[in-house]
């Protein structure tokens, strides 16, 4: 679903990520662990083509990002770190611009977006402006954008950052039944090991080079600690990564 090959980005001289390579399946929640500064937040810039990798390719679906952007994009649903709804405008009519830019049909936009509100809460929001909401429920509309057109691949970008539990549990669990319903492939970037530690993959992210790669028990034992967190809190804290 996701194949990133040996994929670099420099910001001056230093690498933001340096020679990157993974490979995703459909039906895969993957969880990109990584302290502040990983990286993270560039690899998505990249896989959302607001980047260009100075080398390296990323195939979505079986379609070049460079070559097919445009088709290889209208795969991909994405929220990302930083909150991007237009404030002044209600929740459907955020959600109908978004559904109108993939091209969809109003009947089909307007049930799916019935069925999201229902899942994520937000049935009574619908004609409320975003600016009323709370921070939770403004991921939550999020997360029904980015689920609007059915995406084969979604990305999450740090994306339960200052949520309270409820909110975090309420995007865990939309999120997951999408893996087991639609067999989609989630990449969700987070620095918080409890997240990481209900995926089906882990993948650890520090300054740049992705140091592990497998279920969280292969990669708890990769670190050579007796919990994820402990491994982590320890390879991450070292001064120079270690590529495997």
């Given at each position: 679903?996701?194949?990133?090959?040996?994929?670099?980005?420099?910001?001056?001289?230093?690498?933001?990520?340096?020679?990157?390579?993974?490979?995703?399946?459909?039906?895969?929640?993957?969880?990109?662990?990584?302290?502040?500064?990983?990286?993270k937040?560039?690899?998505?810039?990249?896989?959302?083509?607001?980047?260009?990798?100075?080398?390296?390719?990323?195939?979505?679906?079986?379609?070049?990002?460079?070559?097919?952007?445009?088709?290889?994009?209208?795969?991909?649903?994405?929220?990302?770190?930083?909150?991007?709804l237009?404030?002044?405008?209600?929740?459907r009519?955020?959600l109908?611009?978004?559904?109108?830019?993939?091209?969809?049909?109003?009947?089909?936009?307007?049930?799916?977006?019935?069925?999201?509100?229902?899942?994520l809460?937000?049935?009574?929001?619908?004609?409320?402006?975003?600016?009323?909401?709370s921070?939770?429920?403004?991921?939550?509309?999020?997360?029904?954008?980015a689920l609007?057109?059915?995406?084969?691949?979604?990305?999450?970008?740090?994306?339960?950052?200052?949520?309270?539990?409820?909110?975090r549990?309420?995007?865990?669990?939309?999120?997951?039944?999408?893996?087991?319903?639609?067999a989609?492939?989630?990449?969700?970037?987070?620095?918080?090991?409890?997240?990481?530690?209900?995926?089906?993959?882990?993948?650890?992210?520090?300054?740049?080079?992705?140091?592990?790669?497998?279920s969280?028990?292969?990669?708890?034992?990769?670190?050579?600690?007796?919990?994820l967190?402990?491994?982590f809190?320890a390879?991450?804290?070292?001064p120079?990564?270690t590529?495997?």
């Open positions: 679903m996701l194949s990133i090959d040996h994929i670099s980005k420099y910001y001056g001289s230093r690498p933001a990520l340096d020679d990157v390579s993974m490979t995703l399946q459909a039906g895969q929640f993957c969880a990109l662990l990584g302290p502040n500064g990983a990286g937040s560039t690899l998505f810039q990249l896989l959302t083509g607001l980047f260009v990798p100075d080398q390296g390719t990323i195939t979505v679906d079986g379609l070049s990002l460079q070559q097919h952007p445009a088709q290889a994009l209208a795969r991909i649903g994405v929220v990302f770190q930083q909150q991007s237009d404030l002044d405008l209600s929740v009519r955020n109908q611009f978004h559904a109108d830019l993939h091209g969809m049909r109003r009947t089909t936009a307007r049930q799916r977006m019935a069925d999201l509100a229902q899942r809460g937000l049935s009574a929001d619908l004609e409320r402006t975003v600016r009323e909401l921070g939770g429920n403004r991921r939550k509309v999020e997360l029904t954008r609007l057109h059915q995406p084969s691949l979604l990305l999450m970008d740090e994306a339960t950052v200052g949520l309270d539990p409820k909110s549990q309420d995007l865990l669990r939309v999120v997951h039944e999408e893996v087991r319903q639609r989609c492939c989630v990449l969700w970037a987070t620095h918080w090991v409890e997240e990481a530690q209900a995926a089906d993959r882990v993948l650890l992210l520090h300054r740049g080079h992705l140091i592990a790669d497998g969280p028990a292969e990669v708890t034992a990769a670190l050579g600690q007796p919990t967190e402990q491994g809190i390879r991450t804290s070292q120079t990564p590529p495997t």
